[in-house]
């Protein structure tokens, strides 16, 4: 199966087999911007494992937050990184998952434990 393009002004999305690429004509690199109106998460980027029956179990999450200091002020503008890899349990709820690792603008922390 071949590629298929989708061209604009300022660059392109190609997609084919198993890639996809988001290229900039322009001195400005590609984006990808995830938003949400409210709540801690506001975006998230996974690595799944498809099952036979089509669901997804996800195995690693990338994901972006408020920061979790400042949960109780919704107008809060500090953000937080956070990657999550699943503990081997069955289920995808956030219980599964242990967070490894937290880059906030004042830190990184690594399984809790403040590194830099």
């Given amino acids: 199966m071949g590629k298929q393009r989708i061209e604009m002004d300022y660059g392109y999305i190609e997609y084919g087999g198993n890639e ?3 290229a900039s ?8 911007r995830l938003a949400a109106p409210r709540g ?5 980027v996974t690595g799944s494992r498809l099952r036979p029956d089509g ?12 920061d ?3 949960r ?5 503008r500090v953000g937080e990184m956070s990657f999550l ?11 599964d998952f242990v967070e490894v690792m937290t880059i906030r603008h004042d ?3 690594v399984h809790g434990r403040k590194v830099v």
């Fill in 25 to 32: 004509r322009i001195d400005d690199p590609p984006k990808y």
């Fill in 85 to 95: 890899l699943r503990k081997g349990v069955s289920g995808n709820d956030d219980a």
């Fill in 72 to 76: 109780a002020d919704p107008n809060s």
């Fill in 40 to 44: 801690l998460s506001l975006g998230a």
């Fill in 68 to 70: 979790e200091r400042t």
């Fill in 55 to 66: 669901g997804q179990d996800e195995m690693a999450i990338l994901q972006f937050k408020q």
């Fill in 107 to 109: 830190g990184i922390w």
């Fill in 20 to 22: 996809v690429t988001t």
